[in-house]
């Protein structure tokens, strides 16, 4: 089954401490994306990867930072930097040349 | 500043009936358009899209509008159940440097009466 994986669904941080999302796809889209979703907001982009080894910054990247290493995979880690840590996240995948992303099933972070 | 717009936060609707959500935006260079559906605690799902070439789309019960002059386009869908209740949002992609990057407005909770 092809598909975007997002670990864990629910996680539980301590403020100060840095927490690192998991997002895995095995679709074989070399675009990823990374969005965070507030109530009563839409999604917000915080960082995006075009192609393994290149990123670039969303429009909320403060406090945030990324990697892509490998093509299926593009983690986010939510540093202390980051004033409102608590959200759910999202990540994103697109075929090259495709206008559609498909979202993984988010990850609820909660810091305390 | 907030370049695509959704000004209804929430929408009633009673089963059978017709469903109409509504999207402005602001930034000319966008070229596509897209909806999504999403649920509470679950990644947003792809409804349907439309191109800046077009004025219609439409796949079963989901029709999307495209009114280019005016900068806005609607999702209607008919009839409306109870399964489409959920979170709609509107996403505009533009071309260029920007090619791919998406930007949503702020969603609409529709929901649908029995």
């Known amino acids: 089954d092809g598909g975007i994986t997002q670990s864990p669904k629910y996680l539980f941080r301590k403020e100060g401490q840095n927490v690192t999302l998991s997002c895995e796809q095995n679709?074989?889209?070399?675009?990823m994306y990374w969005y965070r979703q507030d109530p009563g907001q839409g999604l917000r982009l915080i960082y995006y990867?075009?192609?393994?080894?290149?990123?670039q910054k969303g429009d909320i990247a403060e406090g945030y930072s990324v990697s892509r290493e490998k093509k299926e995979s593009f983690p986010l880690t939510v540093t202390s930097a980051q004033k409102n840590p608590t959200a759910f996240y999202l990540c994103?995948?697109?075929?090259?040349?495709?206008?559609?992303?498909?979202f993984g099933p988010g990850t609820r972070l909660t810091v305390l | 500043d907030q370049q695509v717009k959704q000004n209804s936060p929430s929408l009633s609707v009673q089963e059978g009936r017709i469903s109409i959500l509504n999207c402005d935006y602001t930034n000319s260079m966008f070229d596509y358009f897209l909806w999504y559906k999403k649920y509470p605690a679950e990644g947003p799902t792809f409804l349907i899209s439309?191109?800046?070439?077009?004025d219609k789309n439409e796949d079963g019960r989901f029709t999307v509008f495209l009114n280019k002059s005016a900068k806005h386009l609607s999702l209607h869908i008919v009839p409306s159940q109870p399964g489409d209740s959920a979170v709609y949002f509107c996403a505009a992609n533009s071309g260029g440097t920007s090619y791919g990057k998406l930007t949503f407005g702020q969603g609409t909770i529709l929901t649908v009466h029995p």
């Open positions: 990867s075009q192609i393994v080894n290149d990123f």
């Open positions: 439309i191109s800046s070439i077009k």
């Open positions: 994103a995948s697109r075929i090259s040349l495709g206008n559609e992303q498909f």
């Open positions: 679709l074989n889209h070399d675009a």
